[in-house]
T-cell receptor, first 111, second 118 residues
Framework: SQQGEEDPQALSIQEGENATMNCSYK?????LQWYRQNSGRGLVHLIL?????REKHSGRLRVTLDTSKKSSSLLITASRAADTASYFC???????????FGQGTRLTINP | GAVVSQHPSRVICKSGTSVKIECRSL??????MFWYRQFPKQSLMLMAT?????????EQGVEKDKFLINHASLTLSTLTVTSAHPEDSSFYIC??????????????FGPGTRLTVL
């Protein structure tokens, strides 16, 4: 079963606005990763945050991790039409040598 | 660097035939490759993990005789869908990792293969 659950399932905003997506998980983890997938394409790795980190930035991306709540958020600032894609969180359940993906958030940026 | 390719990108086949999908790491050696399946508007489901030179480890519920995985070299893994049926139609994605530890080794994903079984 999928460990990560994301909300919202779908998000539609205007270009220039900020987009926030959330991910919750069930077991302890070593790290949590966020990926982007354009329609019908493979996954692009965006950012990895380790369990001992609380916040990480990469360009317009900001990721937070709250291990006490077993949740993470991905914030995309100043969104662009090219950010339209599905975004997935993935966790490596501690002890398991594999990634478990969340259900994903479909983000649409309207011009 | 860290580019992963898949071939073919799309394949349409008749029910009962077998289809082979290749996954290659183009500029690095991949100790471990992963095969995922994705249904429309759904998440990725791990099917199996393969390490070079050894048998693949299949996830619960995945038929190993139906989905044959061969990881013959450090740059190539193949997934063969045997006796394909319409319910096998899906998007198959591979990923490759230099190491094999999800906790420390980044997975690089291929562009995916769309399989349609008529």
């Amino acid at each position: 079963s999928q460990q990560g659950e994301e909300d919202p399932q779908a998000l539609s905003i205007q270009e220039g606005e900020n987009a926030t997506m959330n991910c919750s998980y069930k077991t302890s983890i070593n790290n949590l990763q966020w990926y982007r997938q354009n329609s019908g394409r493979g996954l692009v790795h965006l950012i990895l945050i380790r369990s001992n980190e609380r916040e990480k930035h990469s360009g317009r991306l900001r990721v937070t991790l709250d291990t006490s709540k077993k949740s993470s958020s991905l914030l995309i600032t100043a969104s662009r039409a090219a950010d339209t894609a599905s975004y997935f969180c993935a966790t490596d359940a501690a002890g398991a040598q594999k990634l478990v993906f969340g259900q994903g958030t479909r983000l649409t940026i309207n011009p | 660097g860290a580019v992963v390719s898949q071939h073919p990108s799309r394949v349409i086949c008749k029910s009962g035939t077998s289809v082979k999908i290749e996954c290659r790491s183009l500029d690095f050696q991949a100790t471990t490759m992963f095969w995922y399946r994705q249904f429309p508007k759904q998440s990725l489901m791990l099917m199996a993990t393969s390490n070079e030179g050894s048998k693949a480890t299949y996830e619960q519920g995945v038929e190993k005789d139906k989905f044959l995985i061969n990881h013959a070299s450090l740059t190539l893994s193949t997934l063969t869908v045997t006796s394909a049926h319409p319910e096998d139609s899906s998007f198959y994605i591979c990923s490759a990792s230099r190491g094999g530890r999800a906790s420390t080794d980044t997975q690089y994903f291929g562009p995916g293969t769309r399989l349609t079984v008529l």
